[in-house]
């Protein structure tokens, strides 16, 4: 009896769904029910708050979805007697079952994000010892050094804390090496290397071979040290001052934690972002992962360890026999199989650490194409649905995040299927245009509204649409190479610090262009034959529209692989310090508004200082001092390289002289001594935007970059510029063992 009162309203609910969704309605009457439906889910967002209107919003929604998807599979799917347009519909109706499966397992992800408090602070004597993990391959010593200082110079007892590099850019099979060239280069590495790590009270480790990648390094590191925790940075996330206090506590109040990851913020944009021009005022596209998804992972301890900017018990690592190395996806893989052992994970939703991505969209792609294959790798040889320990609901976690990599075969079949109506008159989707709004539309924008409602603060409108688009062309070839042999792929370093001379046309473009002149050939072709026939006039005029928010992408897309100069190797973090210049006889009070690992922008605050630019004034010293002012936090050696006269003063650019392992102790605290301007710097940019804004918005860029695309493939008819230097180009590249998974 007591079941039967536990499931009655379960079985009721699904009832009554099943009732709505299958009810017999008219085309008008579904319409209005549409539309209906779409102006409750409005009136919800803006008039209902509170903790019941999250699931109003999923349920309506829904509801939609469900009618639609009765609708597609019972009324539009061409007769199989009609094999030419039987076959590539049921293709395109398969790519929509697979779309709304993943939109149904991500709402149950992102049902209900967790907020994690922070953790009660930890007296000193009662911390736990830790060891922190650098792995590094081939990354620049400016990128290493700032990493590491910044890593030595964590709050945290001295004698609990030891610092790793670990190289494997210098390894005995490295230095051993039947080139002579790459063995010279890597001895000297190993000799710069370990140099810089006596200099800055860091152990360097490198090891015989270049074995299981990045997995094979960091199990050197556990071999060699015996902290009770392990933190992990790439050789370019160098962490806030904060972070192991911010972290470390959670271990203390769960005994079976095994991981807590923080996310991963960037100081300079990716390629899209760069090429586009968005950087400052749009979230970046690992803010949706970072702040939603992964607190909705968290929310069923199924958040799972990304490589970098973590911290993960040492106990449970050993329990497992060390970081999983099968996949090349080594970070999530190992959390896989640490879940189903029964341990947990935490996600703390704070910035800690700054990095780098892919400047360039060939090593971007090359980036993207590594996840893409070692996800699909854990879906085929460690299939999450069938993973003996793991509950129902991190099963669907885990599905969730692997599967979503399958992305790009929708995607493709979404671009080609308007093309097989307008150029074949294949009818592949049998509705005529009345039936198609008062069902697809209607499904269309509640699945658009649910999307701006979950995702709107840290994801604009069509802003997913383009980099599933953007990256679909070579992660396809990508998901098959695994496919057709799930342990062929190695791991690739993505190549960190690229700079380009001048603007230029990816090497990636190709295809991006002639896509783009295919789609629009076919709305010139759609448009002839709108003039010309009256006969399914209003079918016509719905695929034209599909294949015009197509148009719309690849159009966005050609500014994408038009990629902008970037001289800059090192970039730059917004902070607020202050110090004094002594520079060319004169002593100076100065605000310090940003940093990088080479130089920083200075506001001079006297009245009316007046200084020229270059190396006339020679070498002075910038003393900066504490946070907040109080104390001093070291003195650098600079140079001023640029003046700039503003209207509130002086502005100078300073370029660190010659730097020593002591100066970066003082960049690493002028950069890295708080965490806040890193979640400002996040804030500040969430201004979410509307549905109509956003869309208009999106179509006016795709107006803009396309003939910018179309100007730059003029102009690359003259000599490409030289990249320096890239060796992660997609969708392969130098085969490496160990370096940044970010």
Not at 118 to 133: G, R
Request: charged letters at 20%.
């Amino acid at each position: 009896m007591s079941l039967v009162r536990l499931y009655a309203p379960w079985l009721f609910s699904t009832a009554i769904v099943l009732l709505l969704v299958t009810l017999p309605l008219g085309t008008d009457a579904q319409l209005a029910l549409g539309l209906a439906l779409i102006a409750a889910l409005i009136a919800v967002w803006r008039f209902w708050p509170g903790p019941t209107q999250r699931m109003l919003m999923l349920s309506l929604g829904t509801l939609l979805v469900l009618r639609y998807l009765y609708w597609r599979a019972t009324s539009t799917l061409p007769a199989p007697a009609d094999t030419a347009d039987f076959i590539p519909g049921l293709i395109v109706f398969g790519a929509e079952l697979f779309c709304i499966a993943m939109l149904f397992i991500s709402l149950f992800v992102v049902a209900d994000p967790l907020e994690r408090a922070e953790p009660a602070p930890v007296a000193d004597d009662a911390l736990p010892s830790v060891d922190v993990f650098v792995p590094s391959y081939n990354e620049d010593t400016d990128i290493l050094s700032a990493t590491l200082a910044a890593a030595v110079a964590l709050d945290y007892p001295s004698d609990k804390l030891s610092v790793y590099l670990l190289d494997d850019g210098g390894t005995d099979q490295k230095c051993a090496s039947d080139d002579p060239l790459a063995a010279r280069a890597a001895r000297r590495r190993r000799a710069e290397l370990t140099q810089l790590c006596a200099d800055l009270g860091v152990t360097y480790l490198t090891r015989a071979q270049n074995v299981s990648a990045k997995a094979g390094n960091l199990n050197n590191g556990l071999a060699h040290s015996g902290g009770d925790l392990v933190v992990v940075f790439d050789a370019d996330h160098a962490p806030v001052k904060e972070f192991l206090r911010r972290t470390v506590g959670h271990f203390r109040e769960d005994p079976r934690l095994f991981l807590v990851q923080t996310p991963h913020f960037f100081l300079n944009p990716d390629p899209v972002e760069k090429n586009l021009s968005t950087w400052l005022r749009m979230p970046s596209e690992n803010e949706m992962f970072y702040s939603v998804v992964q607190r909705g992972l968290d929310r069923w301890n199924a958040a799972f360890f990304c490589g970098s900017a973590a911290v993960l018990r040492r106990a449970a690592l050993v329990e497992a026999g060390g970081f999983s190395g099968i996949s090349i996806t080594e970070d999530c893989e190992t959390a896989l199989e640490l879940h189903a052992r029964g341990w947990t994970s935490r996600y703390v939703d704070t910035p800690l650490i700054a990095g780098l991505q892919p400047e360039t969209f060939a090593t971007f792609i090359g980036q993207r194409s590594r996840w893409c294959r070692g996800m699909m790798q854990i879906l085929l040889l460690k299939n999450p649905l069938f993973k003996r320990g793991l509950t129902p609901a991190q099963r669907l976690c885990y599905l969730s995040s692997a599967l979503f990599w399958a992305f790009p075969i929708p995607r493709l079949v979404f671009l080609i299927a308007p093309l097989l109506y307008i150029f074949f008159d294949l009818r592949i989707f049998i509705a005529n245009g009345v039936e198609f709004v008062a069902y697809a539309l209607t499904y269309l924008a509640a699945n658009m509204i649910l999307q701006n409602y979950l995702f709107g603060r840290v994801r604009w409108p069509w802003v997913s649409e383009l980099y599933e688009y953007i990256q679909s062309f070579y992660l396809a070839p990508a998901m098959a190479s695994v496919l057709l042999n799930p342990r062929k792929p190695t791991f690739n370093v993505t190549e960190k610090g690229v700079t380009t001379s001048r603007d230029f046309l990816s090497s990636l473009a190709l295809p991006y262009f002639a896509v783009f002149g295919v789609l629009l050939a076919a709305m010139g072709v759609a448009m002839w034959r709108l003039s010309s026939q009256t006969v399914d006039a209003d079918l016509l005029i719905v695929v034209s529209c599909w294949n015009a928010v197509n148009l719309a992408l690849a159009a966005v897309a050609l500014g994408v692989v038009s990629e902008r100069s970037e001289r800059r190797r090192t970039q730059r973090l917004a902070i607020n310090r202050t110090g004094r210049l002594t520079i060319g006889g004169r002593v100076l009070t100065v605000k310090i508004e940003d940093a990088s690992t080479t130089g920083t922008r200075a506001r001079i605050l006297e009245p009316d200082a007046r200084l020229p630019a270059g190396d006339a004034l020679g070498i002075g010293d910038l003393q900066v001092a504490g946070i907040d002012g109080h104390g001093d936090a070291g003195t650098l050696p600079v140079v001023v390289r640029r003046t700039i006269a503003q209207a509130d003063g002086l502005v100078v650019g300073l370029q660190f002289h010659q730097p020593s392992a002591a100066h970066y102790r003082v960049i690493a605290d002028l950069m890295y001594g708080q965490a806040q301007p890193l979640a400002d710097f996040w804030r500040d940019r969430r201004a979410g935007k509307g549905l109509v804004g956003g869309t208009a918005g999106f179509v006016g860029l795709g107006l803009r970059q396309a003939l910018r695309g179309l100007r730059f493939a003029w102009m690359d008819r003259v000599k490409r510029p030289p990249v320096v230097p890239a060796n992660d180009t997609a969708p392969s590249g130098e085969t490496a063992s160990a370096g940044s998974a970010a």
